[in-house]
């Protein structure tokens, strides 16, 4: 079965850069979204279609794509970002939705 | 909005079976694909199964393939997940949740709160 991976856990300082990759072999060929999910919270889209923002997301949070690996990048991290993060796709049929295994970012 | 309220969930002892039901509304329930999505204790997100919108269309993660049924009532605006022969490894929390379909890709969009499944004797 087609799988997604993320590193278990990021960590950086307030104001710092932080980015999560995903990595999986359809990537090239199917679009990677992006969740945030904080504790008792449902996860929340904060990128679509590998690089799209929907509206009332900080423009501090971006996606990119390169081959099979999607990263997401968040700029001047702030304490309110600690959360998990997950990315989405789906295999190259398109049929089967997978979730990556998330990141738990932390702001030290 | 949205409002996805699951029910159904509980104990129950391995083999046996469980039917979820997930109510909708505040939106147009047969416009949208949805979907049940569960999270393991310890474990990350995982998509089970989806439903076209007119449920003409199913798809089913290769773990539950053949044990669960994804269905649902249009004029009851309700979404239902048949689980049969449990596991242990299918204890977890179960999302009822909205699926947006865009230029042939999905993601998903609103989540219920979830009903807690526990598979153990």
């Known amino acids: 079965s087609y799988e997604l991976t993320q590193p278990p856990s990021v960590s950086v300082s307030p104001g710092q850069t932080a980015r999560i990759t995903c990595s999986g072999d359809?990537?090239?060929?199917?679009?990677a979204y992006w969740y945030q999910r904080k504790p008792g919270q449902a996860p929340v889209v904060i990128v679509y279609?590998?690089?799209q923002r929907p509206s009332g997301i900080p423009e501090r949070f971006s996606g990119s794509s390169s081959g099979t690996t999607v990263t997401l990048t968040i700029t001047r991290v702030e304490a309110e970002d600690e959360a998990d993060y997950y990315c989405?796709?789906?295999?190259?049929?398109?049929?089967?939705?997978?979730f990556g295994g998330g990141t738990k970012l932390t702001v030290l | 909005q949205v409002q996805l309220v699951e029910s159904g969930g509980g104990l129950v002892n391995p083999g046996g079976s469980l039917r979820l039901s997930c109510a909708a509304s505040?939106?147009?329930?047969?416009?949208?694909?949805m979907s049940w999505i569960r999270e393991a204790p310890g474990k990350g997100l995982e998509c089970l199964s989806y439903?076209?919108?007119?449920?003409?269309?199913?798809s089913y993660a290769d773990s539950v393939k053949g044990r669960f049924t994804i269905s649902r009532d249009n004029a009851k605006n309700s979404l239902y997940l048949q689980m049969n022969g449990l596991t242990v490894e299918d204890t977890a929390v179960y999302y009822c949740?909205?699926?947006?379909?865009?230029?042939?890709?999905?993601?998903?969009?609103?989540w219920g709160e979830g009903t807690l499944v526990t598979v153990s004797s």
């Open positions: 949740v909205r699926q947006r379909v865009s230029s042939g890709s999905y993601h998903f969009d609103s």
């Open positions: 505040t939106f147009i329930f047969s416009d949208y694909y």
């Open positions: 439903i076209s919108n007119t449920g003409s269309y199913t």
């Open positions: 359809a990537l090239p060929k199917q679009y």
């Open positions: 279609k590998d690089n």
């Open positions: 989405q796709s789906a295999d190259s049929s398109g049929v089967y939705v997978v």
